[in-house]
């Protein structure tokens, strides 16, 4: 689904196309009320044009206190969201994730393991860009993003200039991006791409992006490539 914002947007808004999914099948009455119940309280303030045309830079102290910000851009159900962030009490996580079912399910999760220490935006990755701090982020997640395995839908995969530069701009020297994919061509695009937006890849050797990170947990999407024969390819690259 392709959705656009108006050109002559009164808030200033600029106009940016979105390909994806915001819903999919009917949600259950219990990830209903999580939505109506938790979201609100759990969103990292007024990040949409329409709730913030000044674009006031986040308050990542009054969401986090003191602990360093993590972000991990399309969360899909959450596992791995909820893994780093049990896993890691003494940070502040903000997920990002434009479809709601996988909204649903990550608050879920939040809610089954009582976390406090993470951030929910449902929706455009983007529009979070434009609030977060400079060099705020120190470490990022882009895990199997959608590969749009058409040549002529490339230039909307994340690992392109309109998404990498601005997550270079957020995020603090030495910060970590790391980047799972199960596509070949996706893997060659990210290194082409993502270097050149201001980041080093930390490889050493093939089996630096074979083998998964030490606190990786496999997802729901890992586990579908595997029984397909996929063969998940592990990035990471650091902000220089």
Known sequence: MKTNRPSNHPSGAPWRNFYGRFKGKGLRASQEAWLDEDLAALSPGAVGWDDNPERVPLDIA???????????????????????????????????????NGVAMLLGKIRALKLDNIAVHAGDVRDLFDVLPEGSVERAFVLYPDPWPKKRHHRRRFVTPEYLEPLAGVMAPGAELRVATDIPDYVRQTLEEVPGAGFVWEAESSEDWRQPWSDWISTRYEQKALREGRVPHYLTFRRI
């Open 62 to 100: 009054a969401l986090f206190g003191d602990r360093p910000l993590w972000l991990e851009v399309g969360f899909g159900g959450g596992e791995h969201l909820v893994h780093q962030a049990a896993a890691n009490p003494e940070v502040g996580i903000i997920g990002c994730e434009p479809y709601i």
